[in-house]
C-alpha cells in the first residue's frame, strides 16, 4: 500500500514545493480539504489561505496561497495559485498594513469596483495573517 502521494505547490511564478507527502490540507470552496494517498480524482477552486502539508518523515509545513486550484490525480496532488508563499517567508507588517488599506477603502464607501478589489485584499491579508498565526502555534508546540 501506498503511503505516500506526490505534492506539486505552484504559484505564477515558480514551483514553491515538491515533494512526497503522507497528507495535504487545503481550504476549498466548500470547507476544508484533507487528501491523502489514494484519494479520489478531484478538482476543485481554493479559497485564500493556508496549505499544509505532512512530509513522508511526519514534518509539517505550511504554505499561504491566494486562491486557485486543487486537482488529485492518483499519484499527485497539485496546487495552483497565483500567489504561493512559504508561511515562514510571509511578512506580517504588510499583511496588517493590506488589511488596513482595505478596511480603509471599504469603510468609505468608494465606488463598486474598488469595493470589490479592496473585500479581495482584506480576504488575501486576513488569510496570511491567519497562516502566520497557525506557523507561531505550531512552533510553540
Do not use: W
Request: net charge negative; hydrophobic share 45%; with cysteine.
Amino acid at each position: 500500500m501506498t503511503s505516500t502521494i506526490r505534492c506539486d505547490i505552484v504559484s505564477a511564478e515558480n514551483e514553491i514545493f515538491h515533494g512526497d507527502v503522507q497528507m495535504v490540507v487545503v481550504t476549498g470552496e466548500m470547507g476544508e480539504l484533507g487528501i491523502a494517498p489514494r484519494h479520489a480524482p478531484l478538482i476543485t477552486r481554493l479559497k485564500p489561505g493556508y496549505v499544509r502539508v505532512t512530509l513522508a518523515n511526519g514534518e509539517q509545513q505550511e504554505f499561504y496561497i491566494s486562491g486557485g486550484i486543487l486537482e488529485v490525480q492518483p499519484q499527485v496532488v497539485s496546487v495552483l495559485s497565483d500567489t504561493a508563499i512559504r508561511a515562514s517567508d510571509l511578512d506580517e507588517a504588510k499583511a496588517k498594513s493590506a488589511k488596513e488599506d482595505a478596511e480603509r477603502i471599504l469603510a468609505n464607501r468608494g465606488e463598486a469596483m474598488e469595493i470589490a478589489e479592496a473585500q479581495a485584499k482584506l480576504a488575501e491579508a486576513l488569510a496570511q495573517l491567519q497562516a502566520l498565526e497557525r506557523l507561531r502555534k505550531n512552533m510553540k508546540h
